[in-house]
């Protein structure tokens, strides 16, 4: 599995954590909050916020969070009005980075941002820079323990999705087009299957493999730009050998 998917794996894991931690939490309810005063607190017909809604469930925020930050949105007037800007750069060894932001100032996001690239042996680019190497894609993850491989492939497929991979640490990875990740997740529950999560991501059609030096430049730009407050979720297409990985992902 490519790097950018080991980093997905990592981030996955580490979400209960962040979410004790409340940075997690922060940026998703800031992400229900603008799509609901944006769209309306409908989920049904508010696509934005059913996807940001699917953040908030793998993230594990209560129902009772989640049902307060969408009323707070859909009765909000006044406010910091936010705005979704998508961020694109280069990283140590040329690797593609792309940073999905929600701001209320961009004159303060797009410098601070160029500072992290800068830090980190990378630099911040043009909008449509890198966007071209990555192509829109639903990620549903399926628990191995409580689900069969052959009935996740049958659901899976017979619901439109595009493959079924082996996580060899959770489970299953149900890829998908964007459109049908929502389909797919509930043709995977209604067959009595196991949900992780599900979420939109940008997948990369072509990776970098950085080693050493380069490997740590990397990680560590990714890991500073998840962590900036304005960025809701980081795509790269870089690939690190396994046993690499795991020493950076304990660092």
């Known amino acids: 599995m490519a790097g950018h998917s080991k980093w997905a794996n990592i981030k996955h894991r580490k979400a209960r954590q962040d979410a004790v931690r409340g940075r997690l939490w922060s940026k998703i309810a800031r992400a229900i909050i603008v799509a609901a005063k944006q769209g309306g607190a409908d989920p049904a017909s508010n696509t934005t916020l059913r996807y940001a809604i699917e953040d908030a469930k793998a993230a594990n925020m209560p129902k009772d969070t989640i049902a307060r930050n969408i009323k707070k949105g859909a009765g909000e007037s006044g406010g910091a009005d936010y705005e979704s800007i998508r961020y694109e750069g280069y990283g140590a060894a040329g690797v593609a980075v792309i940073a999905d932001c929600l701001t209320d100032n961009r004159n303060r996001t797009a410098p601070e941002l160029r500072t992290i690239f800068g830090k980190h042996g990378g630099n911040l680019g043009a909008t449509g820079c890198v966007a071209y190497m990555f192509e829109a894609q639903g990620i549903v993850r399926v628990d191995a323990d409580a689900s069969e491989e052959e009935r996740v492939m049958e659901a899976a497929l017979e619901a439109g999705a595009d493959d079924v991979q082996v996580d060899d640490e959770e489970g299953w990875i149900v890829t998908t087009a964007p459109d049908a990740m929502l389909k797919v997740k509930e043709a995977l529950e209604d067959a009595g299957l196991s949900v992780l999560s599900a979420s939109l991501t940008m997948a990369p059609n072509n990776t970098v493999e950085v080693r050493g030096k380069e490997a740590k430049r990397v990680f560590d730009l ?23 990985m795991a020493r950076l992902s304990q660092a």
């Open 222 to 244: 990714i890991e500073a730009l998840d962590e900036h407050d304005d960025v809701q979720k980081v795509h790269a297409n870089f690939e690190i050998p396994d046993e690499e």
